[in-house]
């Protein structure tokens, strides 16, 4: 009885992973560890009382988006293999100065948070955010 058990569970949990799962490139695991720190930084920005804020782990975080922009700017995103050879180079060179810009946002960042500068923090982080946005709509593959 156990063993049919452990049968059943085992076939009912291979029949809930994805037939076509899809494995993810190094740019999109990349871009997940940096989402990650990110909703983190975006969570303790939006605490109204400076004095609560976690700068050791906002800096943390900041640290880690910044390594991971850096890390991401040098691979291609997916959206370059779809479009014809001869605007791939630009769009690569396009994505590059954009993640340049970003990166120098998080820098700016960083600063903010080191100097204790919250609502500086807050409206930097919102141009990240903002940039990220755009950044995703310029250079991701539309899902169906």
Not at 23 to 37: F, G, R
Not at 89 to 112: E, P, R
């Amino acid at each position: 009885m156990k063993s049919a058990l452990v049968r059943t569970t085992c076939l009912f949990a291979l029949l809930l992973i994805p037939a076509h799962a899809e494995t993810k490139t190094e740019l999109e695991t990349t871009m997940k560890d940096m989402a990650d720190a990110t909703h983190r930084v975006k969570a303790d920005l939006a605490l109204t009382d400076d004095t609560k804020h976690n700068k050791a782990a906002d800096l943390k975080d900041v640290a880690t988006m910044q390594a991971d922009a850096t890390k991401g700017r040098n691979f291609a995103p997916k959206k370059e293999a779809s479009l014809p050879p001869d605007q791939q180079a630009t769009m690569t060179m396009n994505y590059q100065k954009d993640m340049d810009a970003f990166i120098a946002d998080i820098k700016t960042l960083d600063t903010d948070v080191q100097a204790d500068k919250w609502a500086a923090a807050r409206t930097d982080f919102q141009k990240l955010m903002d940039d990220e946005k755009s950044g995703h709509k310029a250079y991701r593959v539309k899902k169906d």
